[in-house]
């Protein structure tokens, strides 16, 4: 949550700020603001509500300074306001910080610097960090208050003292007027990159807010804190150590966090699709033998052996897509797999140890109860593989294994393409185990292999045959109140990414319901004109979902099915029949899923709300 930026070099630094802020207002979006050192002073502004509300106020009084910090806030300590917006500052004014995370001590740290004089503006917990800073740049306790004389020099000192009573998760970059020519930045928790420029450096807490700069980057890793000056950047541990880092050299090109002429960022990332599963797919899979292979993961034999159980762990979107590799593995492999969601496994005293398998999956890589999932399995003994989009993120980093989904940066909040992209990951993780553990023929491989390899091109077809149609839909359903997703096994598991997607960038009430269970309780919401979505993909459980539908029709609900192609016998029992080519019924998932998102997104669209970035959500969950 929150996107921290900052640029030292000898450009104008407000234009660089807010353009790399916009970039980042995926992570939060309800405040703004920047601080540069302009002549002889730091100056801060900030505001309530998006960037745009920010840039109106700074027309006509641009900060002119070549050195700043910004931030984009998702509220957590106190509620989205001018004052609660980033950066705060300390009494004098002197020392600014922005902070993505949450310090857990601060009301006890705020009591204490209250003791020592210091007063407070806002309702934040990260305003006690430049009081900090401000308390050990002039001293620190133990010296008599006021008159000793000023640490010139020590700004990096005074961080790493402030830095070290402060607990929590925090990314936060620090300015002084003091020493206006640093930035001092530091990482416990939360991600933070450098980026290298010539005679300039930048700051981000993401890699794409970088991409109009350099394609040069250092991830910080927990525990470090850099000083950034217009000619290079050192990096040290907490403890002042310096640490040598690599330089990743980004392969990103800017133009893939642009909109590219769609009106978001959802429709632009759904329409990437086809390509997601390609790159995931590419070089993984032998089309001859129908052999898959990971990179740098193997399990050997020895392993197999003992291998119990897989556990799945993630949150949200990925947590879906988890609950599909659950049915892929433990029918592939024939291996007990348990999907939790992270912020519960986490608190479960979970059952993980050498002989499980865990699995966390993330987008992102850096949502905080999932890497607490990993390290809490990791501490117990287990071996844990990250199924993640973003290299160099905490979750890639902290894992025994990566198995990186290739979709792309993903803007907005809504995950569409990753979502994709992580069941293909999963497919494949299925098959290579399913060889291993000598469960899956070569021929059923090679089978499944081939059919993934038309994934992309279905997928494209759905967009050809289905948009205008789903778009209609959406328009037709648009003011509806609630809207029902049910369906048997994988259908099911889609049915919960379908209800998700909807509910969180239209705001309408969605829910997803195992078609069996609705006569235990459901299907007395089931009232006239309630559109129901029915997924009918399961060929095993086809007839028992007929009676299913027959069910909610019974209740004059407007049902849309998904079926296979060739399906004649749906088209009587529903309303809308929307076909997607036939494939295995394992790999349904990615292709009943579009539909679901497309409806999703133009039913936010005929709704007018704010698709990319809908409210109280931000896309990469870094506090619990
Ligand atoms: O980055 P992650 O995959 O770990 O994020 C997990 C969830 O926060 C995420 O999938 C969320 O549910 C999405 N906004 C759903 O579209």
């Given at each position: 949550m ?99 995370g ?66 929590g998760s925090?990314a ?15 990482r416990k928790n939360s991600p933070l990159i ?12 993401d890699i ?11 991830v910080l890793d927990d525990g470090e ?20 880092k690599d330089?990743l ?31 995931t797919l590419?070089g993984r ?7 898959v292979s990971l990179e740098d993961f193997e399990l050997d034999d020895d392993y197999l052996r003992r291998l119990k159980k897989i556990a799945i762990v993630a949150c949200g979107t990925a947590y879906h897509a988890g609950l599909v590799g659950k049915k892929v593995i433990e029918r592939l492999a024939r291996i007990p797999v348990e999907v939790e969601l992270a912020s519960e496994f986490r608190y479960s005293d979970p059952m993980v140890g050498p002989d499980v398998l865990t699995i966390v999956i993330s987008q992102s890589g850096e949502t905080a109860d999932t890497l607490a999932g990993l390290r809490e399995a990791r501490a117990r003994g287990s071996r844990v593989l990250a199924i993640t989009n973003v290299v160099g993120s905490s979750v890639a980093r902290e894992a025994d294994d990566v198995i990186h989904t290739w979709a792309?940066?993903e803007?907005?909040?809504?995950s569409?393409?990753a979502y994709v992209a992580q069941l293909v990951s999963l497919y494949l993780f299925g098959i290579y185990l399913g060889r291993r553990a000598?469960a899956l ?52 598991a ?125 896309k990469s969950v870094t506090v619990e």
């Amino acid at each position: 949550m929150c996107g921290i930026v900052g640029y030292i070099g000898d450009k104008q630094a407000t234009p660089i700020l807010l353009e790399n802020l916009k970039k980042l207002e995926y992570r939060g979006y309800d405040s703004s603001g920047l601080a540069v050192y302009d002549r002889d002073r730091i100056e801060v502004r900030k505001a309530e509500g998006r960037i745009a509300r920010l840039e109106e106020m700074l027309k006509g009084d641009e900060p002119g300074g070549s050195a700043g910090i910004g931030h984009t806030r998702w509220a957590t300590h106190g509620r989205p306001s001018d004052i609660n917006a980033h950066p705060h500052a300390d009494c004098s004014g002197e020392f600014v910080v922005v902070h993505n995370g949450i310090i857990e001590n601060y009301l006890e740290l705020k009591e204490w610097l209250e003791s020592r004089g210091h007063t407070f503006k806002s309702e934040t917990d990260t305003e006690v960090l430049p009081h900090l800073v401000e308390e050990f740049y002039r001293g620190g306790p133990g010296d008599s208050e006021g008159d000793d004389p000023v640490n010139d020099g020590e700004l990096e000192a005074a961080v790493r003292e402030a830095i070290g009573r402060a607990q929590g998760s925090f990314a936060i970059a620090v300015m002084s007027q003091r020493e206006p020519d640093r930035i001092v930045v530091a990482r416990k928790n939360s991600p933070l990159i450098v980026g290298l420029g010539d005679g300039e450096n930048f700051l981000a807490s993401d890699i794409p807010a970088l991409l109009a700069w350099t394609n040069r980057v250092i991830v910080l890793d927990d525990g470090e804190m850099a000083v950034l000056t217009r000619d290079g950047v050192r990096v040290s541990t907490f403890d002042g150590e310096p640490v040598a880092k690599d330089v990743l050299d980004v392969k990103w090109g800017p133009g893939l966090i642009e909109k590219g002429g769609y009106e978001h960022f959802m429709l632009k990332e759904i329409h990437e699709e086809p390509r997601a599963i390609r790159d995931t797919l590419a070089g993984r899979i032998n089309g001859r033998t129908g052999e898959v292979s990971l990179e740098d993961f193997e399990l050997d034999d020895d392993y197999l052996r003992r291998l119990k159980k897989i556990a799945i762990v993630a949150c949200g979107t990925a947590y879906h897509a988890g609950l599909v590799g659950k049915k892929v593995i433990e029918r592939l492999a024939r291996i007990p797999v348990e999907v939790e969601l992270a912020s519960e496994f986490r608190y479960s005293d979970p059952m993980v140890g050498p002989d499980v398998l865990t699995i966390v999956i993330s987008q992102s890589g850096e949502t905080a109860d999932t890497l607490a999932g990993l390290r809490e399995a990791r501490a117990r003994g287990s071996r844990v593989l990250a199924i993640t989009n973003v290299v160099g993120s905490s979750v890639a980093r902290e894992a025994d294994d990566v198995i990186h989904t290739w979709a792309g940066p993903e803007i907005a909040v809504a995950s569409t393409k990753a979502y994709v992209a992580q069941l293909v990951s999963l497919y494949l993780f299925g098959i290579y185990l399913g060889r291993r553990a000598g469960a899956l023929k070569p021929e059923d491989s090679k089978r499944l292999v081939e059919e993934i390899r038309q994934l992309p091109q279905h997928v494209d077809m759905l967009f050809g045959r289905h948009e205008e149609r789903v778009r209609d839909f959406a328009r037709e359903f648009a003011r509806c109140e609630d809207v029902f997703f049910i369906g048997r096994g994988l259908d099911y598991a889609v049915s919960m990414e379908g209800s998700l997607k909807l509910k969180e960038v239209s705001y309408i009430r969605a829910e997803a319901y195992a078609a069996g269970e609705l006569k235990h309780g459901t299907l007395a919401l089931i009232v006239q004109g309630v559109p129901v979505f029915a997924l009918t993909t399961q060929l095993d459980v086809y007839e028992k979902m007929l009676s299913n539908i027959k069910e909610v029709k019974a209740r004059d609900a407007t049902v849309i099915a998904l079926a296979f192609e060739g399906d004649e016998t749906i088209g009587k029992l529903v309303d809308y029949v929307i076909h997607i080519p036939k494939v295995d019924p394992l790999l349904t998932p990615v292709l009943s899923v579009v539909p679901l998102q497309l409806f999703a997104y133009y039913a936010a669209v005929a709704r007018g709300c704010d698709v990319d970035k809908p409210r109280n959500l931000a896309k990469s969950v870094t506090v619990e």
